[in-house]
């Protein structure tokens, strides 16, 4: 008996010393590193199975509503057709402006799996590692859509199902 009152303190600290796994962090701007000049190449699948090539480029710095946004235009080589968006990080969160409408949260890097931000419906982290995040909403007969990131690079596949099915996954990727 004396014995085991000796082991229980022993065995109380080493309980207390044992850590809890703790999922990976990171800021939104280690899963999207925004800087004039980065560009990054992708391939774009529709339902139809058309290839189109597509370069995402950060291409100057932009305030709206008295926040600093990065401009990111999209080039659709295949039509030439040009989109631009803007993004800019806040600590673990990213987000992305169109001038004409409100600002959006992309992505919520402080959440853990399970756990949700919303982005035109809710995103709910799916997976978490040291170096990727994907984020999904759930996928319904008529919508679904997953984003995945990957620290020190960017979006790697974005992918949409619904009325139009589309793949976008990273070829390469150019940060200054």
Excluded: H
Excluded at 76 to 86: E, G, H, I, P, V
Excluded at 105 to 129: G, H, P, R
């Amino acid at each position: 008996m004396k014995k085991l009152i000796r082991l229980i303190p022993l065995l109380f600290a080493l309980l207390l010393s044992c850590e809890s796994p703790v999922e990976p962090t990171g800021s939104a701007k280690e899963f999207f590193p925004l800087k004039v000049g980065n560009k990054w190449y992708y391939n774009l699948t529709y339902s139809d199975t058309t290839s189109i090539d597509e370069i995402w480029e950060i291409t100057g710095r932009k305030t709206l509503d008295n926040k600093e946004y990065y401009q990111m235009v999209t080039n659709r080589l295949k039509n030439n057709f040009k989109d631009t968006l803007y993004y800019r990080t806040n600590g673990d969160t990213l987000f992305s402006k169109r001038p004409e409408f409100n600002e959006q949260i992309i992505a919520d890097f402080s959440l853990k799996i399970n756990e949700t931000t919303y982005w035109q419906d809710d995103l709910k982290v799916t997976k978490k590692t040291g170096d990727t995040m994907t984020f999904e909403t759930p996928f319904r007969a008529d919508y679904g859509y997953s984003i995945t990131f990957k620290k020190g690079i960017g979006i790697s596949i974005q992918i949409q199902n619904g009325f139009i099915y589309y793949k976008l996954k990273l070829i390469k990727v150019e940060l200054k």
